[in-house]
Each structure stands twice: as structure tokens, then as C-alpha cells.
Nanobody, 124 residues
């Protein structure tokens, strides 16, 4: 019933930028908290950033260091992850996820729906 589709990944060089999009469908988008996660080879899935329903609150992992921005446009049913100054250690599959209720926004186990993921590869 709920579908999330990510796009925008690719192969880039260190220092480049990418903008990931996540299109949500099936239920009212504004009812959901949105999070971005990533999973690199040999690592657990980790939180990148999240945003509240009304977009008034955003949250980021420490490693972001101001390089990434999470946003949403509720008129387009879309969440975004703008990434700048990409580094090789950012290489991972990036996922968007939706949660009905806010609890711990950085815990992937608390999200109800997930996209299929999009690969981001950063070369040095």
C-alpha cells in the first residue's frame, strides 16, 4: 500500500555533490516522519538524517558535519537528501524510510516502510 522509491545515486569523485530523492505514495505523506539511512559493506545500517512531519525539526548523524541536508516537500510527496563534499567513506547503499510515530529517529527498527535503496559510490 505504501511505496517509497529512491533515485539520484551514482558514481562520483571526492568533493562532488549528489541529491537523492524519495517519492512516497499510497497514504498521506504528511502523516509520516522521514529518515535517511545508509549501509556500507561490512557495516550495520546507520542513520544519516531525519525530518519531522511538518519539516520544522531535522536531525543528523555526527559524521554529516554540515555536509548533508534533509528536506521534504509535502506538496510533492517527496523527501530529499542533499549531499555535498562527498568522501570515499560515504560510499554505501542509501535508503529512505517512513515512520508513523516518532520515537528514536535514528533507530532503523522503528520505521514502518523502506525504499529499495540507491547506490552511492565515491572515488578518491
Amino acid at each position: 500500500q505504501v511505496t517509497l522509491v529512491e533515485s539520484g545515486g551514482g558514481l562520483v569523485q571526492a568533493g562532488d555533490s549528489l541529491r537523492l530523492s524519495c517519492v512516497f505514495s499510497g497514504r498521506p505523506f504528511s502523516n509520516y516522519y522521514m529518515g535517511w539511512f545508509r549501509q556500507a559493506l561490512g557495516r550495520n545500517r546507520e542513520f544519516v538524517g531525519g525530518i519531522r512531519r511538518n519539516a520544522k525539526g531535522t536531525y543528523y548523524a555526527d559524521f554529516v558535519k554540515g555536509r548533508f541536508v534533509v528536506s521534504r516537500d509535502n506538496t510533492k510527496n517527496t523527501a530529499y537528501l542533499q549531499m555535498s563534499d562527498l568522501k570515499p567513506e560515504d560510499t554505501a547503499v542509501y535508503y529512505c524510510a517512513a515512520a508513523t510515530y516518532y520515537s528514536d529517529i535514528d533507530n532503523p527498527e522503528l520505521y514502518n516502510y523502506w525504499g529499495q535503496g540507491t547506490q552511492v559510490t565515491v572515488s578518491s
